[in-house]
Structures are given as C-alpha cells and as structure tokens.
C-alpha cells in the first residue's frame, strides 16, 4: 500500500481557513486520496475523496497537485468542531465501491478561538 | 437500522476467556472492515471483506484473532484466549453501492464495542 505522511499537529484560529497537507510520493496511478477525520470517542467520518481533479464538497476542498504526489484539505472557515485528528489515506477503489482503507497517523488538528 | 451497528457496545471479560464481537452491516453493502482503536492510539485495520472474494486477514494481529461473514452480511469477530493487550475499541465499517448518485467507496463507521480484558 501506498504511504502518506502528515504533520503530526496543527493550530488554526477560529474563522481561519486550514489548510491540511498530506504527501503521498508513491501513489500509484488508480490509487485515489482519501481524507477521514475523527473527533474525540467518535467513529471516523469520511470528508472528500479525489483521484487526480480538486474536488469541493460541504465539508472541504481537496487540491491534489498535478503529479500527485501531494494534497491538501482545505476547510474554509474553520471552527471549534472540527478539532479532530484528519487521515489522509491513497487506495485503491474496489468494484467502485471498495478496497482496503489503512490509516495512518494522521494531523491532530486543533482550532483555537 | 439505517447504519452499521455492533454488539455488544461493552463487554468486560477475564483474561484467557474467549470474545464474541458482532457487526450488522448496512443492508447491500458488499465491503465490511474491522480495525481496533486502543486508547490514545490510531485505528490499526484488522480484516476486509469483500463480496465472496478471499478476506485480507493481514493485519490480525495473531492466531487467535479470526472473524468471518455470514451470507455476505453479518460478520463475528471472534478473540481466543484474551490477553490484557487485545483492551480496546473495536470498530466495524462497510461500504458498498446502494443505488442513485456517485459512489465514493465511503466506509460507514458503527459505534464500536470497547472491550476490557482483566
């Protein structure tokens, strides 16, 4: 599987937006980028999910360069609430709706008043 | 119900004793997942399911570890001979097409079943 890596921790201030960058250099092309977060005693949440064009939702913004090689999420106002740890995970999609997710570390994001 | 639900929510057991852990994925999702989260720590993946392929059994951490899928639906987490260590949530997912829009491979999370081994 391919790897990722994440800044451990990041601040944002309320309001602000946060920028969340992943690095995924070995990705392979039919691999797609995929970020979770999970907030305190919670079950993981899915956010946003792209193969190679930025992809907007609600919740976020996903830029992905154009080698692919890295993303980032972006949440546009940040707040209180999304003070969770984000993963950003790369597999493959299965059937267009499967395949083995692993998370990683992940960036424990807190947003400050 | 709608989502992915799990039982038992806590289960408190002695060491050595053997665990039972049941996952009721959501109805026609082909894709079920298991990972355990101990505390402080990251979700470490256990077992995948998909359809009636082979599951990838890699990251069961030992032989006493097994889980299986019944009728391509509920799934049973099963822990031989608990040691302190296996102390944790285990947490049950699925995914799968369920009819209309775009599919997005999303996993559906259910609530977890703690799990303390004395």
């Known amino acids: 599987d391919a790897k990722t890596t994440q800044p451990t921790s990041m601040d944002c201030a309320e309001g602000r937006a946060a920028n969340l960058p992943c690095n995924h250099s070995?990705?392979?092309?039919?691999?797609?980028v995929y970020w979770y977060r999970q907030i305190h005693s919670q079950g993981p949440q899915y956010i946003i999910h792209?193969?190679?064009n930025n992809e907007t939702n609600e919740m976020a913004s996903l830029i992905i360069t154009e080698d692919r090689k890295s993303s980032t999420l972006i949440l546009p106002h940040a707040t209180l609430r999304d003070t969770a740890v984000y993963y950003c995970?790369?597999?493959?999609?299965?059937?267009?709706?499967?395949?083995?997710?692993?998370f990683g570390q992940g960036t424990e994001l807190s947003v400050k008043p | 119900g709608a989502g992915v639900s799990q039982s038992p929510s806590n289960k408190v057991t002695e060491k050595g004793k053997d665990v039972e852990l049941r996952c009721d994925p959501i109805?026609?999702?082909?894709?079920l997942y298991w990972y355990r989260q101990s505390l402080g720590q990251g979700l470490e993946f256990l077992i995948y399911?998909?359809?009636?392929?082979?599951?990838?059994k890699s990251g069961l951490p030992s032989d006493r570890f097994s889980a299986e899928r019944t009728g391509g639906s509920v799934s049973t987490l099963t822990i031989q001979r608990t040691q302190q260590e296996d102390s944790a949530v285990y947490l049950c997912?699925?995914?799968?097409?369920?009819?209309?829009?775009?599919?997005?491979?999303?996993?559906?999370f259910g609530e977890g079943s703690r799990l303390t081994v004395l």
């Open positions: 792209g193969l190679k």
């Open positions: 399911f998909q359809g009636n392929s082979a599951p990838d």
């Open positions: 997912a699925s995914s799968g097409w369920t009819g209309g829009g775009r599919s997005t491979g999303e996993l559906f």
């Open positions: 109805s026609g999702h082909t894709a």
């Open positions: 995970i790369v597999r493959l999609l299965i059937y267009n709706q499967g395949g083995k997710l692993i």
């Open positions: 070995t990705i392979s092309g039919n691999e797609y």
